[in-house]
């Protein structure tokens, strides 16, 4: 079985100074050893962690669209920032990848993608994944909206520690079978199960302040 935390932020996002050594130090003392890395508007640090990490790593990336974030997965190129949530749909499925919504419902998070799109996606069938445990959502009713709507329908679960920062690592993440592949991770985590608890709310402030301190120093 897999222990996997499914979103995982590296140096190589602008608000995280997490090194990819570090990354997998971390992941080897919790026992997980299968990743998302979901950098901000880049995949260059998860295809590295891929050539390193003694364990399964799943490229992936943030996407910032002008409604909000969109998660691929299984991605080979990066994907610019600022497109529609439609056309950033079209590159991740025109790579093969899959389409996860990170943190959806949660009101607190400007980036969460507006929920009457997330509506419009799930009935046109276009969201592989829905997040419904992201351990840096605030409020609880987020957690239990995203469970509701990924069982209305019938969406695979995810969840993911959203770690910016190394003890972060680990604090959600799914059991499931082994899988290769694309086709056989949705098949995997179908039967998997997703545990987690929510990080401090002061980790907001630790990636803001890195995320200043690489803007202006």
């Keep these: 079985m897999l222990k996997a935390d499914l979103h995982i932020h590296t140096e190589y996002s602008m608000d995280c100074n997490t090194s990819l050594d570090e990354l997998i130090r971390r992941c080897q003392e919790l026992d997980i050893n299968c990743v998302a890395i979901a950098d901000h508007g880049t995949i260059e640090g998860a295809l590295k962690l891929k050539a390193m990490a003694p364990f399964r790593v799943i490229v992936a990336e943030e996407v910032l669209t002008p409604n909000g974030e969109i998660m691929g997965m299984f991605l080979s190129e990066?994907?610019?920032?600022?497109?529609?949530?439609?056309?950033?749909?079209?590159?991740?499925?025109?790579?093969?990848?899959?389409?996860?919504?990170?943190?959806?419902?949660?009101?607190?998070?400007?980036?969460?993608?507006?929920?009457?799109?997330?509506?419009?996606?799930?009935?046109?069938?276009?969201?592989?994944?829905?997040?419904?445990?992201?351990?840096?959502?605030?409020?609880?009713?987020?957690?239990?909206?995203?469970?509701?709507?990924?069982?209305?329908?019938?969406?695979?679960?995810?969840?993911?520690?959203?770690?910016?920062?190394?003890?972060?690592?680990?604090?959600?993440?799914?059991?499931?079978?082994?899988?290769?592949?694309?086709?056989?991770?949705?098949?995997?985590?179908?039967?998997?199960?997703?545990c987690g608890h929510r990080s401090s709310p002061l980790v907001h402030f630790r990636s803001l302040a890195q995320k200043l301190k690489k803007q202006y120093l």
Excluded at 127 to 145: F, G, K, Q, T
Excluded at 152 to 180: C, R, W
């Design 78 to 194: 990066t994907i610019a920032s600022g497109l529609s949530a439609s056309e950033v749909i079209a590159r991740i499925r025109g790579q093969g990848g899959l389409v996860c919504i990170p943190h959806p419902f949660d009101v607190l998070r400007g980036s969460a993608l507006d929920g009457k799109i997330i509506e419009k996606l799930a009935a046109q069938n276009q969201i592989d994944l829905l997040e419904v445990i992201n351990s840096r959502s605030i409020l609880l009713r987020s957690v239990d909206h995203a469970r509701a709507f990924a069982l209305k329908y019938n969406i695979a679960q995810s969840a993911g520690s959203d770690a910016h920062t190394l003890p972060e690592i680990g604090n959600a993440y799914v059991e499931m079978p082994d899988f290769n592949g694309r086709d056989d991770f949705l098949w995997a985590i179908a039967k998997g199960k997703v």
